[in-house]
């Protein structure tokens, strides 16, 4: 049965709930409807600028014919923007954003109804948060692993030259495509891609790689099944191929220069045991990061839990719009990314209850704090970092990271951590 309340003339009744929404319909009598636009109209009448008028003599049937729909739009505006005042009062809710608004009926010399769905944040009660056994597995690096690191930034400092023969996976082309299938003759298209980086078709690069520079090739080149264009998919087209020139990347040696030259390193040695420091930072922050996941699904497990419809929807929603993900494509995306979403929202609902319950989240001084340490890391004064994280619209990623780790050293200190290193 629907919860409905009033204050003064407007009518709220709560239609809908669950943990983490509500849904609201809203009904204005027809006389405070009158009363806002006789408001807004003198409103406009003082204002408006209307041939034949001084400003302020207005009649209101002028001002009433020449902007009634701006009336109207500042009336229904208003009155929106009044009743979700009230609701927000009345109902005690927390939104976590604005509500989202379906007019249900808004005619002349009719009360205005709409309906209001809103998006609160759930009343987590966590009744254990403590007594857990965990693992901190934190993987080993090893000296392929460093070897592999300074080959890529070898590669990374390798120029390309100009190389003898025919091309080969990793080689740099650069050719010129012409179409065969128009009418009229296609002079070319030119390209210059690496090969074996997907860049281009596998029947292309197949070609490519049996010419000598110079070389011609005519023939037909098919699309693959799962080529990100559907309409493209098994289609064939003739083209003509010619290779002008193959470049390969003249990797330098690994020794003292090009330590040098990587920074302040004496010799290879000293550059080697950066790139292994540099690894193992990340294998422990990879490590900490997976502690912190099986802390969250043992809470989760021991207070059961679970993440409500309205939260998750807006979640897989958020995800698609940052991925870019079409329309169409949506229910596919969301079948597809529904664990990862439901486990984040998960984890945002436990953290903040938390950082609620014993007071936990960032403050400015510790955000300042924060900020003046990377400030020092990069060289920069605190005030310019500042505003580059505002520009960015960074702050409260900021914020959100400092009271995350607030609240994993608050709950780390009741549960026991045995480290063991990974399995290879």
């Known amino acids: 049965m629907a919860e409905t309340t009033t204050q003064s003339d407007i009518e709220i009744a709560v239609t809908q709930s669950d943990a983490a929404s509500k849904t609201l319909t809203v009904t204005v009598p027809v006389e405070k409807v009158k009363e806002a636009e006789a408001k807004t109209a003198r409103w406009y009448g003082k204002r408006a600028k209307v041939p034949g008028f001084r400003q302020g003599k207005?009649?209101?049937?002028?001002?009433?014919?020449?902007?009634?729909?701006?009336?109207?739009?500042?009336?229904?505006?208003?009155?929106?923007?009044?009743?979700?005042?009230?609701?927000?009062?009345?109902?005690?809710?927390?939104?976590?954003?604005?509500?989202?608004?379906?007019?249900?009926?808004?005619?002349?010399?009719?009360?205005?109804?709409?309906?209001?769905?809103?998006?609160?944040?759930?009343?987590?009660k966590l009744d254990r948060i403590e007594g857990f056994k965990l693992s901190r597995k934190t993987r080993k690096v090893t000296d392929e692993q460093v070897d592999a690191q300074l080959l890529q930034l070898r590669e990374q400092k390798a120029p390309w030259m100009p190389a003898e023969g025919r091309a080969k996976e990793g080689d740099l082309v650069e050719a010129t495509i012409a179409n065969l299938d128009g009418e009229t003759e296609d002079k070319g298209e030119p390209v210059r891609f690496v090969l074996g980086q997907g860049r281009a078709l596998p029947d292309l690069e197949a070609q490519i790689m049996t010419l000598d520079p110079g070389g011609q090739w005519e023939g037909t080149i098919r699309f693959p099944e799962d080529h990100p264009d559907e309409a493209r998919r098994g289609q064939a087209r003739k083209v003509r191929v010619t290779l002008h020139e193959v470049k390969r990347q003249a990797i330098p040696e690994l020794d003292d220069d090009f330590a040098k030259e990587m920074g302040q390193f004496e010799n290879v040695a000293a550059?080697?045991?950066?790139?292994?420091?540099?690894?193992?930072?990340?294998?422990?922050?990879?490590?900490?990061?997976?502690?912190?996941?099986?802390?969250?699904?043992?809470?989760?497990?021991?207070?059961?839990?679970?993440?409500?419809?309205s939260l998750l929807h807006r979640a897989l929603h958020a995800y698609a719009s940052a991925y870019g993900i079409p329309e169409e494509k949506h229910h596919d995306f969301e079948h597809e990314f529904k664990p990862?979403?439901?486990?984040?929202?998960?984890?945002?609902?436990?953290?903040?209850?938390?950082?609620?319950?014993?007071?936990?989240?960032?403050?400015?001084?510790?955000?300042?704090a924060r900020i003046a340490e990377i400030a020092a890391?990069?060289?920069?004064?605190?005030?310019s970092v500042k505003e580059q994280l505002d520009k960015n619209n960074r702050l409260r990623e900021l914020e959100r990271s400092i009271t995350d780790d607030n609240v994993f050293a608050h709950l780390l200190g009741k549960s026991t951590v045995d480290d063991a290193p990974a399995a290879r």
């Open 58 to 124: 207005v009649p209101e049937a002028v001002v009433r014919r020449r902007f009634g729909e701006q009336i109207r739009q500042t009336v229904l505006e208003e009155l929106l923007r009044e009743s979700w005042d009230r609701a927000r009062g009345e109902q005690n809710i927390k939104p976590i954003a604005d509500p989202r608004v379906r007019i249900i009926k808004f005619e002349e010399n009719e009360p205005l109804s709409f309906e209001l769905t809103v998006d609160v944040r759930p009343d987590l």
């Open 377 to 383: 890391r990069r060289g920069e004064h605190p005030n």
């Open 340 to 368: 990862v979403a439901e486990a984040q929202v998960r984890r945002d609902l436990i953290i903040e209850a938390i950082a609620d319950e014993h007071k936990l989240h960032a403050t400015q001084e510790t955000i300042d």
């Open 271 to 309: 550059l080697r045991a950066a790139v292994r420091e540099d690894l193992e930072t990340e294998a422990k922050r990879e490590a900490d990061a997976g502690l912190r996941t099986e802390l969250i699904d043992q809470i989760a497990a021991a207070n059961n839990v679970s993440v409500p419809p």
